[in-house]
């Protein structure tokens, strides 16, 4: 049958015009847009402090519950009410003509709306940068959301000439795919049959073709349902007459068979196009590659336990990790499966969760002026096999999340891992007991992370003639002993790949300086003399054998500072030497672009770290990785430690900076390897199946500064302490997979993404936080003063006492005591009233800041909910008063209301 377009266009205008004939059309559209401005810029969405709609998508679903069956619960009741119904099937148009054009009227309806509620994107646009990609994606979600929804909507109407009855029927109908998933959370099933779950790509700014068919194919099955349903008239009558019940139990099972199908199609389906700006949830080829390359007789599980609600400063992460496992989902099909549990405390999710070792994190954050804890949920589980298995326990702000998901399946997928081996110095990176202190240490985070991609095990220095690893990772060899030290020269020499890293004056544990003394090897209870450092320290053997220039107790310092907000605090925790690596410091390359290793990192911080030249006779290729500033200089070991008169370190000074003749850009990383070797290395990380033990020649990669792969640098990486991000555990890795021929990760490690914030609001708030601290500053300065004043009047009447000549001494002594006495005890009352004023102060213009940045979210927040009806209501009122002008024009003056007749 061919369909007539101008018979459905004439439908089509027919119920359009009417829907707009009364004011209840216009009202229905003024509470839609206000609703959703209500639901959209909840105090929520100040907390979040994203540039989304996030806030109504969870709710958008609920909210078309109100709207949807108020826009079709007249498209058939009105007819059949009025009597039209019979008239217009009497039309030479078909009953599908008839649906087509009734059913895009009432689309057409919601799609003014919509158009209405842009509004909301307007808001967005005025407090910051939102992602147009995701907006378009979002909208165009709620669009094909509605109008599958209409067609369930338009099934209510057709059943009853009421159109409250028809309201009623029809939220009930489109409640059925909203809510379907909540029958069975656990069914895959039925959460592919949620509209929900189907939307929610959309809102994070994807476009799935599985969503689409879903969407399409609930249309299709809906419209098929409103064509039976008016097709009812032609049935009745005739000898072959088919019992109705049977009648309709067939085309509703053949309808839900339909829906089903189409559902099962629509879940096979991978193809997702992201449209957000940053490709936040596109996978990167290295992330594919893994995903395709999983074998069916070894499936992959992930668990994720997630909290349904973060603080703000974790939103971005629960949401790049959630959408980024719908992708891993439907990337990785049979052989990859993902189950998101949402986790709350005292839950039987959270006590799952705890079974493989993911606890409820106490995350403290401010919130209307008071500072509350929240348990949050944010771990997984990766499980390859049954013994092989990964646990992220909690994924924090700065947690590469690509990266730690895409790793992890890799692991757990492989049957076989490479090897790295970590050489057991001083520094007992891999875990030991620490003779000195009596007791155990705990394994480094840089050991935890690499076994999470590589088979990691500890190898004492007489161990290394017959070890075989893929890479070995020796950190501070300077406190090896004259064996232990040749044993190492012997093995790098052999050509096996070995990440060194030792460090002048390691910040963090400044008892494994070259220039300190060895610990006893019987500890607290005396025993064994102390070995002796192998060279006093220096390394020469190793330096020499690497054709490098190192000093043992030269350090870099930069006065380049790349982050002068957190100066003083970082002076009062003796932080003196900072050395910023990144490529605002104007060092010629300060990371080298030609290398996988520090290709697209952005900033290394470094404390005391120390410097390393190729010397002049060397035979070996010399490719720096890492430089400091133009600006820097070096200092020896005396002009920035104090000695302790008992031996070893007694404090730390800051030295005098020395003018440079010429411009010195210090290298503190940086490739070694012998002729050509790098250049042979890379072919060989093409072929998987080449083991990367030994080459021919030295493979080295040399670190000249150890605090860097410290605990405290995960820490900040995790939590980007201050705001800062970092990429020094990155480099470290980058490291480890170069050496080790696996370049799968070096791409994806360094992969930042960066949602959307409310800038305006942050101005804002940063303004009245700034007047914050200019207030505290100068309350502080006011009591400071104070006290200096209470001071200069203690000594004062001191001062009076001795110059008095009229006074022995034994009297001045007397009075000397008592005036001190008395004044201690005033001073002190003095002192603590002040504090108490200074601390009421503070407390005070806290307090007035907090009450300033509600009532900037609040202004906001009214004016977003207030303003976008706004534009449908003022044209509701010039439509009316156009219509009642026009109606006017056409009658008898004498016969208007009101009218005196002479």
Known sequence: MKLRMHVINAVFKRNFRSYFSGVLGYLFIVAFVALGAFLAFSPQFFANNLANLDQLNAMFPLLLLFFIPAITMSAWAEERKQGTDELLFTLPASDVEVLLGKYAAVVGVYTVALLFSLSHVIVL?????????????????????????????????????????????GALICAIPVFIDKLAPASRLLQGLSVSEQFRDFGLGMIPLGG???????????????????????????PQQTPMGLHYLVRVAAVALILISANAVAAQATRRIDFTSQKLYSLSPTTVKVLQSLKAERPVLIQAFISPEVPRELVSTRSSLIGLLRQFDQEGGNNLRVRIVSTEKFTDAADEAKKYGIEPQEIGSERNGRWVRDDVFLGIVVTGSVDDQVVIPYFDKGTPVEYELTRSVRTVSEAKRKKV?????DAQAAGGFDMQAFRPMPEWRIVNELKKQYDVKQVGPEELASSTNDVLVVIMPSSLTEPEMQNLVDYVKQGHPTLIVDDPFPRFIPSLAPRSPKPRAGGMFGGQQPQMKADNGDAKKLCDALGIAWKSGETVWDSYDAHPE????????????????????????????????????????LFYPGQIKPRENSKLDFQPLMRSSPHSSTHEWDEYVVASPMGGIGGLLIPAEKPQREPLSPVIAARITSKGIAETRSAENDDKDKEGSKSEGINVVYIADMDMISDTFFVIRDKEWQGIRLDNIAFVLNAVDELAG????????????????????????????TRETEAAAKADTEATTSLDAAKKRLQAEADRIRSDKTLDNRT???MLQNAQEKESTQFAVEQQAIKNEQQKKTKQIKNHTEREVRQIEDRIRFLAIALPPVPALMLGIFVFAIRARDERQGIIPDRLVGKKVD
Do not use: C
């Open 125 to 169: 646009l005025f407090l910051g940068e939102p992602d147009l990609g995701l907006m378009f994606t979002t909208y165009f979600g709620y669009w094909i959301t509605g109008a599958a929804l209409v067609s369930a909507g338009m099934v209510a109407s057709i059943l009853t000439n009421s159109a409250t009855v028809a309201y009623v029927l």
């Open 212 to 238: 689409l068919l879903y969407f399409v194919s609930l249309t299709g099955v809906m419209l098929y349902l409103n064509l039976v349903l008016i097709s009812r008239r032609h049935w009745s009558g005739g």
């Open 421 to 425: 081996g970590v050489l057991r110095t």
């Open 566 to 605: 957190i100066r003083e605090q970082l002076a009062q925790m003796q932080f003196a030497d900072v050395v910023y690596i990144t490529p605002a410091n104007k060092a010629r390359f300060a990371f080298n672009p030609e290398s996988n290793i520090t290709r697209g990192l952005q900033e290394v911080m």
């Open 742 to 769: 696996d370049d799968a990760f070096l791409a994806v490690r360094s992969r930042r993404a960066q949602h959307r914030t409310l800038t305006r609001v942050e101005e804002r708030t940063q303004e009245a936080k």
């Open 812 to 814: 001045k002594q007397i």
